[in-house]
């Protein structure tokens, strides 16, 4: 109960300006939730490979917490008995960077895109998988807030690739 609460006011402070904007270097915030994730990253036996990320200009604990909740997702929906490879990188995309995670893990049908933004959406039973589904939702309130979006690009039972589009710095 304590961590839905926690999670619902992580929502809620999602949507405000609270946060200073600043130049936030994408990777030094990947590494720093790649520490915060180190057990996790152990345990599962992950790979993860960076490719060159931008500074952009936002919030800096809302983009980490962006990056966590993509990464950590990235991590607990894996295949059974699959070894977690993560990439994430940065394509250009006119005025925005768009930031993607991809995976090797469960994927999501196509008819639960939309679905698993939605707060409290989850789509397994919390005995298959922890959690409370507030984690994409606070992800694509936190793009909104910055001027961006999320969405999912891809998705098989390979795996899935999210892509966050944020304005230039």
């Known amino acids: 109960m304590n961590t839905m609460v926690e999670d619902l006011l992580a929502v809620a402070k999602a949507g405000t300006g609270d946060g200073p904007n600043e130049e936030v270097d994408l990777a030094v915030e990947l590494e720093a939730v790649k520490e915060l994730l180190a057990a996790r990253i152990a345990e599962t036996e992950a790979t993860i490979t960076v490719g060159a990320l931008p500074t952009v200009v936002g919030d800096r604990r809302q983009l980490r917490q962006l990056l966590q909740n993509l990464l950590g997702n990235a991590l607990k929906f894996q295949r059974e008995g699959v070894k977690p490879e993560v990439h994430v990188d940065v394509t250009d ?50 793009a909104a807030h910055h001027g961006g979006n999320i969405r999912v690009v891809e998705s098989s039972p390979e795996g899935t690739t999210f892509g966050v589009k944020l304005p230039r710095s």
Do not use: K, W
Not at 98 to 113: K, M, S
């Open 93 to 142: 995309a006119g005025p925005f960077v768009e930031l993607t995670v991809r995976d090797n893990g469960i994927g999501i049908d196509a008819e639960h895109h939309e679905r698993i933004f939605r707060i409290f959406s989850r789509l397994h039973v919390r005995e298959q998988y922890e959690g409370t589904g507030i984690g994409l939702a606070l992800c694509q309130r936190i």
